[in-house]
């Protein structure tokens, strides 16, 4: 099977290299390697295999017959897994967890790091810096308020009762997206005194770089699902260079690459995005076949 990018439905503002069409790649990817093991056969997977064809990010080929799945939670969490965008308790979460959770992106090939209070501090007034900035940029904003919808034909878009309040003590900078919240919303309500934020990294910053970063990020939280967690992706300050240097915790013995930064907790599941059936994706990706 291969997954190849959708270069139609690209952020030519906000992502212009590619990088989280990338991740978003990455994290199919992963989908599809818990649901072949999960049916009994061994995924071999393959990054950026054809390099005379650019938008083929990644194919994956069907093994021999393996044993029964060894997560088979993460398949079931598959089903079950959306960002929620709304107000997250002071639960505090169990050190196992987090244990887990850690060795699930370097499972993938990519390092998730929990900064310390003063340094959350800091990563999220990076994130509200870069929320204003692409708040007061015309293009960016544009190609937000784009994607917020209600579900259609398409089943693409994020509904509007999907985003979510804003934090009333503007601790936790959600993105605004520029559109009008659902009226049975509340337009803010307080979030967490004390979020818990993770930052997912990677050694170098390439494009397979990126696939690996998506794969991890999604194992993290098809597992965070899997154990009650709800998460949301503060991906504001990643689409702006100078923000993103910052965002990898400091001090480091490491230079990595920042590839998302993640709040995690217990709260509401939160109303999920529509997703496109197998039938239609399949006779779309057969129309756009070259005859």
Same mark, same amino acid.
């Given at each position: 099977?291969?997954?190849?990018?959708?270069?139609?439905? /690209?952020?030519?503002?906000?992502?212009?290299?590619?990088?989280?069409?990338?991740?978003?790649?990455?994290?199919?990817?992963?989908?599809?390697?818990?649901?072949?093991?999960?049916?009994?056969?061994?995924?071999?997977?393959?990054?950026?295999?054809?390099?005379?064809?650019?938008?083929?990010?990644?194919?994956?080929?069907?093994?021999?017959?393996?044993?029964?799945? *060894?997560?088979?939670?993460?398949? $079931?969490?598959?089903?079950?897994?959306?960002?929620?965008?709304?107000?997250?308790?002071?639960?505090? %979460?169990?050190?196992?967890?987090?244990?887990?959770?850690?060795?699930?992106?370097?499972?993938?090939?990519?390092?998730?790091? @929990?900064?310390?209070?003063?340094?959350?501090?800091?990563?999220?007034? %990076?994130?509200?810096?870069?929320?204003?900035?692409?708040?007061?940029?015309?293009?960016?904003?544009?190609? *937000?308020?784009?994607?917020?919808? $209600?579900?259609?034909? #398409?089943?693409?878009?994020?509904?509007?009762?999907?985003?979510?309040?804003?934090?009333?003590?503007?601790?936790?900078? !959600?993105? $605004?997206? =520029?559109?009008?919240?659902?009226?049975?919303?509340?337009?803010?309500?307080?979030?967490?005194?004390?979020?818990?934020?993770?930052?997912? #990294?990677?050694?170098?910053?390439?494009?397979?770089?990126?696939? @690996?970063?998506?794969?991890?990020?999604?194992?993290?939280?098809?597992?965070?699902?899997?154990? =009650? %967690?709800?998460?949301?992706?503060?991906?504001?300050?990643?689409?702006?260079?100078?923000? @993103?240097?910052?965002?990898?915790?400091?001090?480091? $013995?490491?230079?990595?690459?920042?590839? !998302?930064?993640?709040? %995690? /907790?217990? =709260?509401?599941?939160?109303?999920?995005?529509?997703?496109?059936?197998?039938?239609?994706?399949?006779?779309?990706?057969?129309?756009?076949?070259?005859?």
């Amino acid at each position: 099977m291969e997954i190849r990018a959708a270069p139609d439905h /690209g952020l030519r503002h906000i992502d212009p290299t590619g990088r989280a069409l990338h991740l978003s790649v990455g994290c199919a990817l992963l989908n599809l390697r818990v649901a072949v093991a999960h049916f009994g056969w061994e995924p071999v997977p393959r990054l950026l295999p054809r390099p005379d064809e650019p938008d083929l990010l990644a194919a994956v080929r069907f093994g021999g017959t393996a044993g029964a799945s *060894s997560s088979p939670r993460l398949y $079931d969490a598959v089903w079950r897994r959306h960002s929620s965008r709304f107000p997250f308790s002071e639960r505090p %979460l169990p050190a196992a967890v987090l244990t887990e959770l850690a060795e699930a992106a370097h499972s993938e090939g990519a390092l998730l790091s @929990r900064p310390v209070p003063r340094e959350t501090d800091r990563l999220l007034q %990076l994130t509200a810096e870069a929320e204003r900035r692409s708040t007061a940029d015309a293009d960016r904003a544009g190609e *937000s308020r784009l994607w917020v919808r $209600d579900p259609n034909h #398409s089943d693409l878009g994020v509904p509007p009762e999907a985003l979510g309040p804003h934090d009333s003590r503007e601790q936790v900078p !959600m993105r $605004d997206f =520029g559109a009008q919240r659902h009226p049975a919303v509340p337009a803010s309500r307080p979030f967490e005194k004390r979020p818990s934020i993770a930052v997912l #990294s990677t050694r170098h910053d390439t494009r397979a770089d990126w696939l @690996r970063a998506g794969q991890a990020l999604e194992r993290v939280l098809l597992t965070a699902t899997a154990h =009650g %967690l709800r998460a949301s992706l503060l991906h504001q300050a990643l689409e702006w260079p100078d923000l @993103r240097e910052q965002l990898v915790p400091w001090p480091s $013995d490491r230079r990595d690459h920042a590839q !998302m930064v993640i709040r %995690l /907790g217990y =709260g509401p599941q939160g109303p999920s995005s529509p997703r496109r059936g197998a039938s239609r994706t399949l006779a779309e990706g057969a129309r756009s076949v070259p005859r």
